[in-house]
């Protein structure tokens, strides 16, 4: 059997991160398996369609590195792709549904529907519309919503995450299967479109095991065969207590991406979230996650979200990179996350800047606020020397005459690079009989004004000698 799997998302705003692990899932088993992935838009909810989301959706994937072989762009033999565009197709199925009795037009007003709704709540039994199914129903026609004509019964199906699963005909409804609108709800047109497009396993969150029965039934009645079902447990809010949500603190994925989180990053860490491969293996390449991937391995229980488990990835993916391909080859992702005070510096400088602060970063974005002194004079701010754990015991003309000697040995250097610089260093701490944390401190602080720097001699080598001089004299007169 080929493999065939889908991605189907709805155009209808941001891409959060339980839309994106929907589609690493399915990538990774088609890829595993030398099959296919169908992406496919379900935009048949006009109400809530969000302009600009297809491609938003579109350019998430590219991102990931997760391509297509059907669907929007490439094209492919089962099209159109977007179920906007599938609307008589859909009436074609519908028909099969109305010749063999399996489906009638639902003319009841929606009040009466109401109606019904609130005797069920208040006597606190549940709503079934098979329960009030019209006796006569008019032939159909678009303008009147089409129901499933359900025949109750008890269905046992085998979820490839969840295992055995098994339900009675209380969970069997009329469901609505093409809507006043002319357009297919999702319980019908997922069931089309899967079976034109061939598509051997269906993965979607876990919240659509509840109407598993239905489709079940649909696909019955038409004579279908189902696909393997895959249902994906829900990511969870970091207490665990419940589904993830804008309210926990997880953003979309565009917003990660702007933070400068890397698509290596993301895509690790969504993968692993819900699935591992029995190893205490943490970092995986995308060739790796496809040797490795199995369904057998999806875990069928919720997996929290952890954003600081995302962040360590993302640092340990920064290192990774500079290792294996060089500091280019992270430079050219850092266009966009320089401080303004960058602008007008070339490329080499910028380079040298990232070379020594890189295995310091989380995110790309750290780069506006830990790499600004090199691009432009910090402002001076003594409480920092002050304050300092190391320094605090130093009186003001103490730290005076230690920057003094240390302008004076540094002046004296030939050559200004970075293993003059630490002997010039560990000359100092001999000379003044200081501790590599006071005297070491003293200097990081006047040359940055900044918590944190990359090695002190790195630090003046590629600040350059009439730089560092001067900050350092600036300070020495400030005390």
Same mark, same amino acid.
């Given at each position: 059997?080929?493999?065939?799997?889908? &991605?189907?998302?709805?155009?209808?705003?941001?891409?959060?991160?339980?839309?994106?692990?929907?589609?690493?899932?399915?990538?990774?088993?088609?890829?595993?398996?030398?099959?296919?992935?169908?992406?496919?838009?379900?935009?048949?909810?006009?109400?809530?369609?969000?302009?600009?989301?297809?491609?938003?959706?579109?350019?998430?994937?590219?991102?990931?590195?997760?391509?297509?072989?059907?669907?929007?762009?490439?094209?492919?033999?089962?099209? !159109?792709?977007?179920?906007?565009?599938?609307?008589?197709?859909?009436?074609?199925?519908?028909?099969?549904?109305?010749?063999?009795?399996?489906?009638?037009?639902?003319?009841?007003?929606?009040?009466?529907?109401?109606?019904?709704? =609130? /005797?069920?709540?208040?006597?606190?039994?549940? &709503?079934?519309?098979?329960?009030?199914?019209?006796?006569?129903?008019?032939?159909?026609? +678009?303008?009147?919503?089409?129901?499933?004509?359900?025949? !109750? =019964?008890?269905?046992?199906?085998?979820?490839?995450?969840?295992?055995?699963?098994?339900?009675?005909?209380?969970? *069997?409804?009329?469901?609505?299967?093409?809507?006043?609108?002319?357009?297919?709800?999702?319980?019908?047109?997922?069931?089309?479109?899967?079976?034109?497009?061939?598509?051997?396993?269906?993965?979607?969150?876990?919240?659509?095991?509840?109407?598993?029965?239905?489709?079940?039934?649909?696909?019955?009645?038409?004579?279908?065969?189902?696909?393997?079902?895959?249902?994906?447990?829900?990511?969870?809010?970091?207490?665990?207590?419940?589904?993830?949500?804008?309210?926990?603190?997880?953003?979309?994925?565009?917003?990660?991406?702007?933070?400068?989180? *890397?698509?290596?990053?993301?895509?690790?860490?969504?993968?692993?979230?819900?699935? $591992?491969?029995?190893?205490?293996?943490?970092?995986?390449?995308?060739?790796?996650?496809?040797?490795?991937?199995? *369904?057998?391995?999806?875990? $069928? %229980?919720?997996?929290?979200?952890?954003?600081?488990?995302?962040?360590?990835?993302?640092?340990?993916?920064?290192?990774?990179?500079?290792?294996?391909?060089?500091?280019?080859?992270?430079?050219?992702?850092?266009? %966009?996350?320089? +401080?303004?005070?960058?602008?007008?510096?070339?490329?080499?400088? =910028?380079?040298?800047?990232?070379?020594?602060?890189?295995?310091?970063?989380?995110?790309?974005?750290?780069?506006?606020?830990?790499?600004?002194?090199?691009?432009?004079?910090? =402002?001076?701010?003594?409480?920092?020397?002050?304050?300092?754990? &190391?320094?605090?015991?130093?009186? /003001?003309?103490?730290?005076?005459?230690?920057?003094?000697?240390?302008?004076?040995?540094?002046? /004296?250097?030939?050559?200004?690079?970075?293993?003059?610089?630490? $002997?010039? *260093?560990?000359?100092?701490?001999?000379?003044?009989?200081?501790?590599?944390?006071?005297?070491?401190?003293?200097?990081?602080?006047?040359?940055?004004?900044?918590?944190?720097?990359?090695?002190?001699?790195?630090?003046?080598?590629?600040?350059?000698?009439?730089?560092?001089?001067?900050?350092?004299?600036?300070?020495?007169?400030?005390?």
């Amino acid at each position: 059997m080929k493999v065939i799997t889908r &991605f189907a998302p709805s155009p209808t705003g941001y891409i959060h991160i339980g839309n994106v692990r929907s589609a690493i899932y399915p990538y990774l088993l088609a890829r595993q398996n030398h099959g296919k992935l169908i992406l496919r838009i379900e935009d048949t909810d006009r109400e809530r369609f969000v302009e600009g989301a297809t491609e938003l959706i579109e350019d998430t994937l590219k991102w990931l590195g997760l391509d297509w072989d059907e669907g929007p762009i490439v094209g492919g033999s089962h099209g !159109p792709y977007f179920q906007s565009e599938r609307k008589s197709i859909y009436h074609q199925w519908a028909q099969k549904l109305i010749a063999s009795g399996r489906a009638y037009a639902d003319p009841t007003p929606s009040e009466v529907i109401e109606k019904y709704h =609130k /005797e069920c709540n208040e006597k606190k039994m549940p &709503f079934l519309f098979r329960n009030i199914r019209p006796e006569n129903p008019p032939e159909w026609k +678009p303008g009147i919503p089409l129901r499933f004509k359900t025949e !109750p =019964k008890s269905y046992t199906w085998y979820d490839e995450v969840m295992g055995k699963m098994t339900t009675g005909p209380e969970v *069997l409804d009329d469901i609505i299967l093409i809507k006043k609108d002319g357009f297919p709800t999702y319980n019908f047109a997922h069931i089309v479109d899967d079976t034109e497009m061939g598509v051997t396993h269906v993965m979607r969150g876990v919240e659509y095991l509840s109407s598993t029965p239905n489709y079940l039934a649909i696909y019955e009645a038409l004579n279908i065969t189902p696909p393997k079902l895959v249902s994906l447990p829900h990511i969870l809010a970091p207490q665990g207590n419940k589904k993830l949500g804008k309210r926990d603190g997880a953003k979309s994925v565009t917003e990660y991406r702007a933070e400068g989180i *890397l698509a290596e990053a993301m895509l690790n860490y969504l993968a692993c979230l819900g699935w $591992n491969d029995g190893t205490e293996q943490e970092i995986y390449t995308k060739e790796e996650l496809i040797n490795k991937f199995s *369904l057998e391995r999806i875990q $069928n %229980s919720g997996a929290r979200y952890d954003e600081i488990k995302l962040l360590w990835l993302n640092g340990q993916w920064i290192r990774k990179i500079v290792h294996e391909d060089g500091v280019s080859a992270l430079y050219r992702r850092t266009e %966009s996350f320089w +401080p303004e005070s960058a602008k007008g510096y070339d490329d080499q400088y =910028k380079i040298r800047v990232l070379s020594i602060i890189y295995d310091r970063l989380k995110t790309l974005s750290d780069l506006r606020t830990m790499t600004e002194y090199f691009f432009s004079d910090p =402002k001076i701010n003594l409480t920092m020397l002050t304050q300092n754990k &190391f320094l605090q015991k130093f009186s /003001e003309s103490e730290l005076e005459n230690l920057l003094k000697l240390t302008i004076s040995k540094l002046s /004296e250097l030939e050559k200004w690079e970075a293993n003059n610089l630490q $002997n010039t *260093l560990n000359e100092l701490l001999v000379i003044t009989g200081k501790k590599p944390a006071e005297l070491f401190s003293l200097i990081r602080i006047a040359l940055s004004y900044a918590p944190f720097s990359p090695a002190l001699n790195l630090t003046l080598e590629v600040l350059g000698r009439e730089t560092s001089l001067a900050r350092l004299n600036l300070t020495a007169r400030s005390i």
